[in-house]
């Protein structure tokens, strides 16, 4: 049975990552990492807790959320798959990856498969030049992926074979 996206995250879980540090402001970028890797976003709830624990407005802690990319505000897939679309890679046929997986999965960047199991984003580089074009699933590198190569990968990680067959 597929993942669910949780929309409601535990908040017992939310105040346990809260309380791992001081209720200092020079902390909410480290709550905001372990938040993350936990939920693979940032549950809104979670950032007006984390406010609340800093004694921070929560625009200042918003502000901070949407400022770096590593953040996300909506849930991401059990797998994220990070296509690089840097200069070699993009040269290197990026774009060909890109389809291949909007093909398999029926996502485009930014978007989620509705079972939860996958993401896709394109990132600008992630300084594997050498192995253009470039795939990050998670935090596993993979190098030269070619067409066929990323439809592999996809099912590796127990996607569908074709969008169309969902």
Do not use: W
């Not at 929309?7 to 309380?19: D, F, G, V």
């Not at 200092?24 to 936990?38: H, V």
């Not at 809104?44 to 624990?53: D, F, K, V």
Request: charged share 20%.
């Amino acid at each position: 049975m597929p993942a669910e996206i949780k929309t409601e995250p535990n908040e017992k879980l939310l105040l346990s990552i809260i309380n791992n540090y001081p209720g200092e402001k020079r902390y909410i970028l480290s709550i905001m990492q372990d938040m993350q890797k936990q939920f693979n976003y940032l549950p809104r709830q979670g950032l007006e807790m984390i406010a609340l624990h800093v004694a921070s407005p929560f625009s200042q802690v918003y502000s901070m959320a949407t400022f770096y990319k590593a953040f996300s505000l909506v849930p991401k897939g059990r797998i994220n798959f990070k296509v690089c679309d840097g200069t070699a890679c993009h040269i290197k046929g990026s774009n060909v990856i890109i389809d291949q997986i909007y093909q398999h999965l029926g996502i485009k960047p930014g978007e989620t498969t509705p079972d939860g199991e996958f993401s896709l984003e394109t990132v600008n580089c992630i300084g594997a030049c050498a192995l253009a074009p470039a795939v990050l699933a998670n935090d596993r590198v993979y190098p030269k992926v070619t067409s066929a190569g990323i439809v592999e990968i996809i099912k590796s990680y127990g996607g569908h074979a074709d969008a169309s067959s969902k």
